[in-house]
Nanobody
Framework: QVQLVESGGGLVQAGGSLRLSCAAS????????MGWYRQAPGKERELVAR???????TYADSVKGRFTISRDNAKNTVYLQMNSLKPEDTGVYYC??????????WGQGTQVTVSS
């Protein structure tokens, strides 16, 4: 069964922290690089952090130094630790493999709202 379940979002003040989790089915997770994607209101979905199966990480410039992506390969779970949050970090956060195709399944995402 294909599954992506994101959790951990919420409302936080600027400067605060949140930790997102994503539980994925093995067919999506195993052997693949995984990414956290953000879709802000009225904007396209963008990749903000990526981690390979071997745990090599890359980040969008907008989150570098503030966000940390990690994964537990035994639990098919990927995490996103978000510190020093800014109002512009507001959006729905999704996880998925990277790269993905137009045919790939997406979960419901988790809403992150950062108030100023």
């Amino acid at each position: 069964q294909v599954q992506l379940v994101e959790s951990g979002g919420g409302l936080v003040q600027a400067g605060g922290s949140l930790r997102l989790s994503c539980a994925a089915s093995g067919s999506i997770f195993s052997g693949n690089a995984m990414g956290w994607y953000r879709q802000a209101p009225g904007k396209e979905r963008e990749l903000v952090a990526r981690i390979t199966y071997g745990r090599f990480t890359t980040y969008a410039d907008s989150v570098k130094g503030r966000f940390t992506i990690s994964r537990d390969n035994a639990k098919n779970t990927v995490y996103l630790q978000m510190n020093s949050l800014k109002p512009e970090d507001t959006g729905v956060y999704y996880c998925n493999k990277d790269p993905y195709s137009v045919y790939d399944y997406w979960g419901q995402g988790t809403q992150v709202t950062v108030s100023s």
